[in-house]
C-alpha cells in the first residue's frame, strides 16, 4: 500500500464513513452504561447483553423476512428486530438489576456471570434456530438526508447513512438530555454519588437503580441488535468480539461523559475501518493479525489516559444497605 493510495479523497471519505458507522454499536454500549454506572451499579455484563439483542435482532428479523405468511418488508422487519434487540437487553438488564440491587451480590462477579450467559445462551439459541451459516438479512439502505448529502466530504460521510446511525445521534441527545435536564437525571446522579442523602430526601434508591440499570441494558441490547441487523447482516456465536469490554473501557476514558463517550467510540471506529480497508487493499507488507489487534491496541491507550484522572459515581459498585451510610 503506498501513500498515494491513502491520501486521496475516495479513501478517506470511505475510512470516515465506515468509522462512523462501525462505532455505532459501541457508542450505544457506552451511553447506556454511563447511565447505569451513574446511578451507582457497575456492570460489566455488556458483552453478554450485546451478544443477546445481537442474537435477537437477527433470528426476528430473519423470520420476519423469510416467512411467506408475514411478507413483511425489509426496512420494517429490521425495525422489529431492532426492538427484539431492546427488549433482550432489557430481560438482561432485569437479571443484572435483581442481582445487583436486590440481592446486593458482588457487581463484578454478577457481571462476568452475565457474559457467560449471554455467551452460551445466545450461540444455543441460534443453533436451534439455523443449521446453516449462510442466514442473512438485508437491514437498513442508506437514506439520503437532501441537500445536506450534496456538502463535498461531510455530506457523504454524515448524511449518507442509514438508519440505526440517525438513530444513534438521537440517543446520545436523548441521554445528555436526560442526565443534564431532567428530574430523573438528577435522580440518577444522586443514588449514584450519595445514595443515603437522597433516600433521606424521599427518593428510592433501589427503584432509580433498576431504571438506570435498564436504560443501560437496552441500550446494550440495542447496540448488539445494530451490529448484526443493521451492518454484519449476519449473527455468528462471539459476533461482538469483544465490543462489549471495549465500551466498559471507553466509560473510563469518557469519564462518565455522553460527549467523551462519542469521541472514544469514533476512535475505535476509525481504527477499525482503517483496518478493514487496508486488508481490502490486498497490502501483504504488514501481517493482518497486527491490523485485527489495532482497534484493541487503541483501546487500552484510551484507557490508559482516562486512568489519570477519573471521576466515578462515589458510591459506583457499593450495594446500598439503608442506614449504612
Known amino acids: 500500500m503506498t501513500l498515494e493510495q491513502i491520501l486521496t ?51 426476528v428479523t430473519w423470520h420476519l423476512e423469510n416467512n411467506p405468511a408475514v411478507g413483511m418488508d425489509p426496512t420494517a422487519a429490521a425495525w422489529l428486530g431492532l426492538l427484539a434487540g431492546i427488549i433482550a437487553g432489557l430481560l438482561m438488564g432485569l437479571i443484572m438489576a435483581f442481582l445487583a440491587v436486590t440481592l446486593k451480590a458482588d457487581q463484578v462477579i454478577s457481571s462476568v456471570m452475565l457474559v457467560l450467559l449471554g455467551q452460551g445462551l445466545s450461540a444455543y439459541i441460534f443453533r436451534q434456530q439455523f443449521d446453516t451459516l449462510a442466514a442473512r438479512v438485508t437491514g437498513f ?23 440505526a446511525v440517525y438513530l444513534t ?41 433498576y431504571t438506570a440499570t435498564l436504560i443501560g441494558a437496552a441500550l446494550a441490547g440495542l447496540g448488539g441488535a445494530v451490529l448484526s441487523v443493521a451492518q454484519l447482516h449476519i449473527f455468528r ?49 504488514i501481517p493482518y493479525e497486527v491490523l485485527l489487534m489495532l482497534p484493541y491496541l487503541l483501546t487500552i491507550l484510551v484507557l490508559l489516559r482516562g486512568i489519570k484522572k477519573t471521576e466515578q459515581p462515589e458510591a459506583l459498585g457499593e450495594p446500598y444497605i439503608r442506614g449504612a451510610r
Open 141 to 163: 439502505e442508506p437514506i439520503p438526508i437532501p441537500i445536506l448529502s450534496d456538502i463535498p466530504v461531510l455530506g457523504e460521510v454524515l448524511f449518507k447513512q442509514d438508519m
Open 9 to 59: 479523497t475516495t479513501f478517506l471519505v470511505a475510512i470516515l464513513t465506515s468509522g462512523l458507522r462501525l462505532a455505532i454499536p459501541i457508542l450505544l454500549a457506552v451511553i447506556g452504561e454511563i447511565i447505569t454506572e451513574k446511578g451507582g451499579v457497575l456492570n460489566l455484563g455488556l458483552e453478554g447483553m450485546m451478544l443477546m439483542g445481537a442474537m435477537a435482532g437477527f433470528v
Open 237 to 285: 456465536e462471539g459476533v461482538t468480539a469483544g465490543r462489549g469490554w471495549i465500551a466498559v473501557a471507553l466509560v473510563i476514558f469518557a469519564r462518565w461523559n455522553p460527549g467523551l463517550a462519542v469521541v472514544g467510540a469514533l476512535l475505535f471506529g476509525l481504527a477499525d475501518a482503517v483496518q478493514f480497508r487496508i486488508q481490502a487493499l490486498g497490502d501483504k507488507s
Open 169 to 209: 445521534v438521537l440517543v446520545v441527545l436523548g441521554s445528555w438530555f436526560l442526565l443534564n435536564r431532567t428530574t430523573l437525571g438528577l435522580n440518577i446522579r444522586a443514588v449514584g454519588e450519595k445514595p443515603s442523602a437522597a433516600e433521606t430526601s424521599g427518593l428510592s434508591v433501589s427503584r432509580i437503580r
